[in-house]
Structures are given as C-alpha cells and as structure tokens.
C-alpha cells in the first residue's frame, strides 16, 4: 500500500468513527409500564375509581388506550382512557365501583417514538 493510501485510509477510519461518535442511530425505544395502581396481580379491598398505568417514556394521547374488563369478558370501565395532562406517561381509565372479582386490564400505548407496546395484567377486589 502507498503511503498515500495509507493516509485516506486513516482519514476515512476517522470521519466514520466520527460519525458514529455524533450522529448514534436512533434508539428503538418502547413504552414500557413501570408501575401501576392496582398493582399487577394485585388484591385492593374496596372501590379504586381508577385504574392508572406509569410507563417509562411519553405517550402519545390519541393512540394510548386502557380496558378494563371483568370475569366474563364485560367492559367494566367508563370508556374515558386518556393519558394524564399533566404526566405525559400516565395512563388512566375511571372505573366505577367494582363488586369483589377478579378484572383483566388490556393497555395499547404509542410512544412519543412510534413504537406501539401492549400488555395486559389482571387484579383482584376483595
């Protein structure tokens, strides 16, 4: 090899690590829950009001949906999911008061990314 090869060859090692370095490929990121009130498999004893879900990024509004259903499969919630104001990340859905039972939640969230994440859990009132 020339030495003036040599000399493009380190010019362009050093403008890709340098791309690489300032210009990182875009992480693939999803929403995923933190936390939730009732807790995941939960047993609460007595009305809740509401079912919420913290996730661990920003969710966009108009894709990010919670259901709550009961034992046979009846939606059970107020139909008002929406993600909180005021905590980009929170989810939440009004619940009347439930009878003692067990509750399935089904949740489908955009991140602020893109990125579509679901899940589901169940809890139980006592």
């Keep these: 090899m020339k030495p003036e090869g040599g000399k ?11 791309y690489i370095l300032f210009f990182p490929a875009p992480s693939g990121a ?16 007595g009305s809740i009001g509401s ?11 108009l894709f990010s949906k919670i259901v709550v259903k009961n034992s046979g499969g009846q939606q059970v919630d107020k139909g008002d999911s929406h993600v909180d104001p005021s905590k980009d990340s929170l989810l939440i859905v009004s619940v009347p ?23 589901d859990f169940t809890f139980t009132v006592k």
């Design 97 to 119: 008061p439930l009878p003692p039972g067990t509750y399935h939640v089904y949740w489908s969230v955009v991140a602020r990314d893109t990125h579509r994440t679901e899940g």
């Design 51 to 61: 079912v919420r879900i913290w996730f661990d990024s920003d969710l966009e509004p």
């Design 8 to 18: 493009r060859f380190a010019f362009f090692t050093v403008l890709f690590l340098a």
């Design 30 to 45: 999803h929403a995923f829950p933190d936390h939730s009130e009732p807790e995941v498999g939960g047993t609460v004893a």
